[in-house]
């Protein structure tokens, strides 16, 4: 049976940059912040999968910050999936705060990646 090495939950596609390397701008999909129902169950579904030593990313063409939920969603996933797996988010940090830092500190996530967007 094959098992996916990367788990990708994107809890919201909204974003405010224009990354050259980024499909996002051509996305067509209404921009939306999942809803506290769909979230619960992506959460089910992926702990019924049973993953161990993946990867899971708190996005996918939306910029995570731009869901005000997304320490509250990080610390559920650390809860349910975090035992033999990675969680892991990548921002460009323009919505960053001191206090949102601290959140995702306490929130239990593994891994954070910054984006740097440069246009010539």
């Known amino acids: 049976m094959y098992f996916p090495e990367v788990i990708y939950i994107e809890t ?3 974003c405010n940059a224009e990354c050259i390397m980024c ?3 051509t996305m067509r999909r209404e921009k939306i912040t999942m809803s506290d129902e769909v979230f619960a169950s992506a959460l089910r579904r992926c702990k019924e999968l049973k993953p161990n030593g993946v990867q899971i990313f708190m996005h996918k063409e939306g910029e995570p910050l731009f869901d005000g939920k997304i320490t509250e969603r ?3 996933v650390k809860a349910e999936l975090g ?18 830092a601290e959140k995702i ?3 239990g996530l593994d891994t954070i990646y910054f984006s740097v967007e440069c246009r010539h």
Not at 84 to 99: D, K
Request: no cysteine.
């Open 105 to 107: 500190i306490a929130s």
């Open 83 to 100: 035992n033999g797996n990675e969680i892991a988010m990548n921002t460009n940090a323009m919505l960053l705060s001191e206090e949102t």
């Open 12 to 14: 919201t596609n909204k």
């Open 74 to 76: 990080i610390s559920a």
């Open 23 to 25: 499909p996002h701008k």
